[in-house]
């Protein structure tokens, strides 16, 4: 105690500088881990750096970069540039991140997208009281070049996953707008993949693109998806809209196959096309049955009855048999 009241002076003094010091070593000798930090705090999603580089006056390139999101890791690049620029108001310091390579993975569940979630937060996307989402994000552009992209899709019955190695894309942050986001590319079967979205206009729209696309069953859940029903095989195309007011767009298919459970025949080299019209859903199809070629018209309206045309021309009492209502009702018509 006597130590203290003897040397108080010389301590008042030593211990603010050595707080000091320590603040400018960990700045100093860990500054990867102080801007990770920073912009955790900033942004929202957890950043971890390995290395910091300044390159000239307003440019930051970080190296071993990860971001991860509610303990899932959404980014992982070995090269991220940050661009700032300190003349600008506090909120709009941070002007683009761009992420080089890498990997990405980005996971829709309805109106919900992990990636714009992660800067923007659930509670201010889902506040309707507040300023539009995605206006208070202090950060201008979010870009990705040729980085490999995981697509999930969590809001149909089977979850949609789509992998496309090679993709580039963005998420940018208007203060006025909103958000809108693109992310496109080819996967490794030559489909050609985009999706987007934006709250400019609308509460939420989004958009799914496909060309080239191998369709199944999974995949065909973004047009219309029943338990009782399989496809396979086949050729197509999709653009579909789907936002608050509804469903919008049209897919095409070319030489599908189609298994009904409820019959035992495969449907053959199915070719049409489908319009999403909101409320209405038409579909124009051609088909091969019993090596016989029929037509399918469909006009539904979510307001009004549902009208099918279903273009069978005759049909043996063999070729009915295959319906299972038919088997098991076990009427035996082979004997007339």
Do not use: C, W
């Not at 002007?95 to 937060?121: C, M, P, Q, W, Y």
């Amino acid at each position: 105690m006597l130590f203290f009241k003897k040397n108080k002076r010389k301590l008042l003094i030593i211990t603010p500088l050595s707080f000091l010091f320590v603040i400018v070593y960990s700045f100093i000798f860990h500054f990867a881990f102080t801007i990770s930090v920073i912009l955790t705090m900033a942004l929202g999603p957890k950043f971890s750096i390995g290395n910091i580089e300044f390159k000239g006056k307003n440019k930051i390139i970080a190296e071993d970069v990860s971001l991860k999101y509610e303990n899932q890791e959404i980014v992982k690049t070995p090269k991220v540039i940050i661009e700032y620029n300190l003349e600008n108001k506090l909120f709009e310091i941070l002007k683009k991140i761009t992420i080089f390579n890498g990997k990405v993975l980005i996971i829709r569940k309805n109106e919900s997208i992990n990636i714009v979630d992660a800067f923007v937060g659930k509670t201010e996307k889902s506040d309707s009281s507040k300023e539009k989402s995605g206006t208070k994000v202090p950060i201008g552009l979010i870009q990705a070049k040729n980085v490999s992209l995981i697509f999930k899709d969590l809001s149909y019955k089977n979850p949609i996953t789509i992998d496309i190695p090679s993709t580039n894309g963005y998420v940018s942050f208007n203060k006025k707008k909103g958000i809108d986001l693109l992310f496109q590319g080819i996967t490794s079967n030559k489909e050609e993949i985009s999706y987007s979205f934006n709250n400019y206009e609308k509460e939420y729209s989004m958009k799914v693109k496909g060309k080239n696309l191998n369709l199944n069953t999974n995949i065909l859940q973004f047009a219309y998806y029943s338990e009782d029903i399989e496809y396979s095989k086949g050729k197509g195309e999709i653009n579909l809209t789907i936002d608050s007011d509804g469903l919008f767009g049209t897919a095409t298919v070319k030489d599908l196959d189609l298994k009904y459970h409820d019959f035992s025949e495969l449907t053959k080299d199915i070719n049409g096309k489908i319009n999403f019209l909101g409320n209405k859903i038409k579909i124009d199809a051609n088909f091969d049955l019993f090596n016989k070629k029929r037509k399918f018209l469909m006009d539904f309206d979510f307001d009004n009855d549902l009208v099918i045309k279903i273009l069978l021309g005759e049909m043996t009492y063999d070729e009915i048999a295959h319906y299972k209502l038919l088997q098991d009702l076990n009427l035996n018509l082979n004997k007339y």
